[in-house]
């Protein structure tokens, strides 16, 4: 949890408020997973991105305060809240609703956003780990050599055998396990804090 690799102590920087990188990392990684929701809930896209600011400012300002109590999830919950607040907020300024897809109107869709236990909010942390990791793979890519990247990726997720990888790409079976190893190691380190289960899952 100590080591600055963590995405934990990405946390802990951009507590620091003096950390601008580990402050990019997180809008980086959390901007497309905002912006969706945003959209899902009516939220013009003229508006959006202002609106992901504001969601981004709150965690600014209460970060410090935040507590990862050791709960899967604590963070991405504690998100999910400031969300849901900040678009109540934002409806209520124009005072009418909007009709979110499937005919569900925005109060009913945010009020079960706030419910932890609501089909929304199950919703909220099975696309939150997806967008996280899938911005966290980007992130690690760059590591990697193209070789050790592709039979990570045919095996997590093309679901291929370690020996048809091996025929594949040409490599010994050895190197195939190797590789996913790595890269496996590199994804759970940034994942933990953010996404507690096992981020392949």
Known sequence: MRSTNTSLSLLHQAIDGNDAEAWNRLTRI???LLN???RSVGVRASD??????????????????FEHNGRIGAFRSWLRVILANRVKDYWRS??????APGGTDWGTRIMM????DSD?????????????????????RPRFADMTWEAFHRQVFGGQRADQVA???????SSVYV???????????????LVEEDPTV
């Open 120 to 140: 929304a909010s199950r919703e909220w942390n099975l696309e939150h780990d997806r967008k996280v990791v899938d911005q966290l793979l980007g992130e690690i």
């Open 94 to 99: 124009r005072k009418h609703q909007a009709i």
């Open 48 to 65: 959006a991105e202002d609106l992901i600011q504001e969601v981004l400012l709150v965690v600014a300002r209460h970060l410090k305060d």
């Open 36 to 38: 969706g929701w945003l």
């Open 113 to 116: 956003l706030t419910d932890e």
């Open 30 to 32: 959390y901007s497309p």
């Open 179 to 193: 590789a996913r190893s790595r890269v496996l190691s590199a994804l759970r380190i940034e994942a933990k804090g």
């Open 167 to 173: 025929a594949a790409l040409g490599m010994p079976i």
